[in-house]
C-alpha cells in the first residue's frame, strides 16, 4: 500500500518536472557503485536546481571492453537515492526486456539512447514494450544527421500511445578529431523543432562536447536558441567515472554553471521594442528578396556559360575556375566580416546550384 501511495506522487512530481521550464536534467552518465549514486543524487539534490535525475544502467559502448554497465542491480540503488531525495529518474532503455526491468523498478522517465534511434528494429522493440504504459519518454538524436531516423523513433513511441515525448539534440558523430565529440549541427535541432513545435527539446551538451571546458559555451547556445532545458551528465568524482570521465562535472560546479547561464525569455511584452524589431525585420525581408533576385540572376548567367560549355564540349567542373572564385570570395568575405566558414557553405551551396543549372542545359 504505502509503495502504490509512493508511486502516485512520483506521477505527480514527474508530470510538474515535466512541464517545467527550464527543465534540468542531471546525474552520472553511468550508476557505478550504491556510493556513487546516492553520494551524486544527494549533492544534486542540495543545488535545488535540478528536476530530474538521469543514470546509465545499460551503456551502449561503441566497442567491447569498456564498463557496459552495471545493469538491473542498479536500478535498487536509483529507487533508494529517490526515496531519500524524492526527485524521479530517468533511464536508458534499449531492449525489451530493460523497458521492463526499468518499470519494474518504478523509474519515472525513459529515454531511448543514440545508438538506438538509429535502428528501427531496436525502436520498435521499445515501442512495443510501452505499449499500455504511462512513462515519458526521451528521444536522442541517431548518430548519424538523419531526421528521419528520429522523427521515425518519435512516430513508433507516439504509435504505442506514449503522451508524453520529448526531444534530445546530443549532436552527431563524424570521423576524426574534431572540435566536438559529436558535432552540434544546429540546423538539424531546429528544424527538428520546426517539425514538432509542441515537442520539448532538450540539450545535452555533454555528449556534443566531450569535455567540461566548452559545456557552459554550448549550454548558452543552446538556451539562445529557445531549447526547453537541458541534461547534463554530473558525478561525485568525475575524473574517476567509469564512463565519459572528460566530460562530467561534480553537482558543485553544475550549480555553477546554471547560475553562469543568461536565461532567455522567449519574448517579452514591450511595445516600443516590437515595434522596433519589426522594423529591422521589414528589413531583412527586403534583403533576402535582393538576394534571391541577384541568385536567381546569377544562375542565368551560369546557364549562358553552360550553353557555351555544351556548344564546346567541355567540362561543367572546371576546378581552377573553382579555386578562384573560392580564393577571391574568402578574401572580401574576410574584408566584409564573413566567416570562412560561412563564405564555404555559401559558395558551396552556389556551386551546387549552378552545377545543376549547367547540367541541365548541357543535357537538353
Ligand atoms: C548517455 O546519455 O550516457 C549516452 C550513452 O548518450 P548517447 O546515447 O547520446 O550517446
Ligand atoms: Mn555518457
Known amino acids: 500500500m504505502e509503495a502504490t501511495i509512493a508511486a502516485t506522487s512520483m506521477k505527480e512530481v514527474t508530470n510538474n518536472a515535466w512541464k517545467k521550464r527550464p527543465l534540468i536534467i542531471s546525474g552520472p552518465c553511468s550508476a557505478e557503485t550504491e556510493e556513487q549514486v546516492l553520494a551524486t543524487a544527494t549533492q544534486l539534490a542540495k543545488t535545488g536546481k535540478v528536476d530530474v535525475m538521469r543514470a546509465g544502467i545499460w551503456k551502449p559502448r561503441t566497442r567491447p571492453g569498456s564498463f557496459e554497465g552495471i545493469g ?6 536509483l529507487q533508494k537515492a529517490r526515496e531519500i531525495t524524492k526527485i524521479p529518474w ?4 534499449a531492449t525489451a526486456k530493460q523497458v521492463e526491468d526499468a518499470l519494474h523498478f518504478d523509474i519515472d522517465v525513459l529515454w531511448i539512447g543514440a545508438r538506438t534511434t ?3 528494429f531496436s525502436v520498435q522493440e521499445v515501442a512495443d514494450a510501452l505499449k499500455g504504459v504511462d512513462v515519458p519518454v526521451l528521444i536522442k538524436n541517431p548518430i548519424n544527421p538523419d531526421l528521419e531516423l528520429w522523427q521515425g523513433a518519435v512516430e513508433r513511441v507516439a504509435k504505442a500511445g506514449i503522451k508524453n515525448i520529448g526531444l534530445i539534440h546530443r549532436g552527431f558523430s563524424s570521423y576524426g578529431n574534431t572540435e566536438y565529440r559529436n558535432a552540434p549541427m544546429w540546423h538539424l535541432a531546429i528544424e527538428m523543432k520546426r517539425r514538432f513545435p509542441d515537442m520539448m527539446l532538450i540539450n545535452d551538451p555533454s555528449h556534443i562536447s566531450g569535455r567540461r571546458d566548452i559545456l557552459l559555451d554550448v549550454a548558452q547556445k543552446a538556451i539562445d536558441l529557445d531549447y526547453d532545458g537541458l541534461i547534463i551528465e554530473s558525478h561525485v568524482d568525475p575524473d574517476n567515472a567509469w564512463s565519459d570521465a572528460k566530460q562530467q562535472i561534480t553537482p558543485a560546479r553544475l550549480a555553477e554553471m546554471l547560475d553562469a547561464i543568461h536565461w532567455r525569455k522567449e519574448d517579452v511584452d514591450n511595445k516600443e521594442l516590437h515595434d522596433n524589431m519589426e522594423k529591422l525585420r521589414q528589413q531583412i525581408n527586403q ?15 551560369a546557364e549562358k556559360i553552360g550553353q557555351y560549355k555544351k556548344e564546346n564540349n567541355i567540362t561543367i567542373l572546371q576546378t ?3 579555386n578562384a572564385i573560392l580564393e577571391r570570395a574568402y578574401a572580401k568575405g ?11 557553405k555559401y559558395f558551396d551551396a552556389i556551386h551546387m546550384e549552378s ?5 541541365k542545359i548541357m543535357n537538353s
Do not use: C, Y
Open 72 to 77: 538491473t542491480k542498479g536500478l535498487a540503488w
Open 90 to 93: 530517468a533511464v536508458e532503455v
Open 118 to 120: 538509429v535502428n528501427p
Open 287 to 301: 534583403l533576402d528578396d535582393e538576394l534571391m533576385q541577384v541568385l536567381s540572376q546569377r544562375m542565368k548567367v
Open 320 to 322: 581552377n575556375r573553382w
Open 334 to 344: 574576410e574584408k566584409l566580416g564573413l566567416s570562412k566558414e560561412f563564405v564555404t
Open 355 to 359: 552545377i545543376n543549372h549547367q547540367n
